[in-house]
């Protein structure tokens, strides 16, 4: 497939938004300015971009602990992103879910969860949802390889296909579920083995090549919209920083070698590289772009740093929808 | 007159799922063996062939992905009623029901709702031993975002199952198995029981049992037997049990002064733990008895009749608890 090169610049804005939002979060938690758990997702950029990019904004995706990447790339607004990672009132959950529940249902984002798996069972009830209704939306299920090893996550990608719902399983093959390597943990390579098991069609792409992403992601997204079912999508990819925060902890889990290696491979510099290579970019394009964005960040975060925290009389509010409408 | 046409349990639960499925598009039906077979208490017979198999949904045996197909689609705003066969099985689907249904609203920070129904069937009395039999509901009582039912008659469960339909939060409703024959008057009609509003089903000045789904129907019994004692016991069913009628409680039983509460469920821990507590926070000057807990020893569900039956609390056992509390001076 040949791509625009709006379409492109549309790609690249998304990552380079994942990638800023990711950083100064990162170095807001090292300031120790966050409080909880940080899961970040720099590395990972091109999937998320790759499949949001195939999507319209009324589909829907759920997402995992590592979920920032996911909502951003579905159009996320920074300042309520930034607000809700600092615990404030302004944030998109008030302050009450953080990192591992960020969510935007106006966008049909619907939640990071911190329970892995978790995600995959609530996809299906969108998808369902989606085909009850019959107006053509999808769902897509957005899980890491560790999920694939939970039976929430057999049941839903086995529910999905016997109901024949217009659901993409994308999983993201960072190689680790937490500090473990993926082969002490299946004895299998390629995650997509599974979703023949399931009767669905699966396949691998490069999770560091925006453009291969996208394009997996827009047929299978095209055969779902179409009526065709559910496919599985396995991009191999990588996370730059830890599995929470920015520092390893603890003993040291994967070697230098090898995160360099994969660091040579960045979703973002490359594709700018094979744009620029392309004729469809320059550099001063890019650094217009990366300047306007950074500013987008430093707005955000001084608007999270200026919002009110919460008032205590709101831990109780928002547990039940009141039958009356009101929260 | 329609007020005198009589429902099953089995059947009120079944007439309120279709009156709803008749009103509201967006209501349908998933589960194991609920389609064409009609549930395996069939409960759910003959919605399928009424409303076809776009609106009553067979799934594979998957209690996950029974209730994430319900959070997934009352969250994108359908209305959904996912049935786990056995009240047991919500053990293999908790991590959807407390950490998923119960939480998201809460964690977007009140951007979700979530108008779900988990029907179940919960209770003991049919030998079906230790994994078919548990009485749960304090486990679910006690997540905050989960709302919980469980009728002790058929015109209950019709009320009751209607406003669960109708509700906008995640609310689970427990069938009991024994009383799935129970026959009674219902009207034709829909109508809706408020959830969180309990029911005075026995007017009385001595002692006052508070008791929900199939014990409620025991403490009828046991007060029968009572009145001929002189005893006149008033009879609160709860109905729901999240959020329960404290208010419904706390006045009867600063009327009556003597408390037995009467739950099938483990006795440690359960609900009548819990109001037992909430009597003595509210209105520990008016009691001239410590509040009775009548509930099962703590042992799972035994299989062999002998034991079943000596088990669950029953009439008897309930009586025997009133006759304590009023020996007290």
Known sequence: MDFSSAKQF??????????LFEEAAGRLAEANKLPGFLHLYVGEEAVASGVCGALNDDDHITSTHRGHGHLVAKGGDFNRMMAELMGKSTGYCKGKGGSMHISDTSL??????????????????AAFANKYRGRGQVAVAFFGDGSTNIGAFHEAANMACALHLPIVFACENNEYGEFTPRDKTMAI???????????????????????????????AVERARQGGGPSMIEAKTYRFYNHHGVQNLGLKYRSDEEV?????????????????????????????IWAELRADIDNAIQFAEDSPYPTP????VNVYTSMTGAN | MSDERKLTYAQAFNEAVSQMMEADPDVFCAGEDIGAFGGVFGTFAGLQAKFGEKRVVDTPISEQAIVGLGVGASVTGLRPIVDLMFMDFICVAFDQIVNQAAKLKYMFGGDATLPMTITTAGGGGLSAAAQHSQSLEALLCHIPGLKVVMPSNPYDMKGLMISCIKENNPTVMIKHKRLLGMSAPVPTEAYGIPLGKGNIIRPGKDVTIVAYARMANEAISAAKELAEEGIDCEIIDPRTLQP???????????????????????????????????????????????????????????FSPALESQYIPDAKSIAKGVRDVMARR
């Open chain 2, 244 to 302: 329960l009628d404290t208010d419904l409680i706390i006045d009867s039983a600063k009327k009556t002064n003597r408390v037995v509460v009467a739950q099938e469920a483990v006795r440690f821990g359960g609900l009548g733990a819990e109001i037992a507590s909430q009597i003595q926070e509210l209105a520990f000057d008016y009691l001239d008895a410590p509040v009775s807990r009548i509930g099962a020893p703590f042992s799972p569900v035994p």
């Open chain 1, 260 to 288: 360099a290696v994969w660091k040579l491979r960045d979703p973002i510099f490359t594709f700018e590289d094979r744009m620029i290579e392309n004729g469809v970019a320059t550099r001063a394009n890019f650094d217009d």
């Open chain 1, 189 to 219: 390579t390629d995650v997509v083995d599974r979703a023949a098991g399931y009767g669905m069609p699966g396949v691998i792409v490069d999770g560091m090549d925006v453009i291969a992403v996208h394009e997996a992601a827009v047929e």
């Open chain 1, 10 to 19: 549309d790609l690249h804005r998304r990552m380079v938004r994942i990638r």
């Open chain 1, 108 to 125: 049909g984002m619907l939640g990071a969860n911190g329970i892995v798996g978790a995600g995959s069972p609530i996809a299906v009830g």
């Open chain 1, 313 to 316: 009389d709101q831990i109780t």
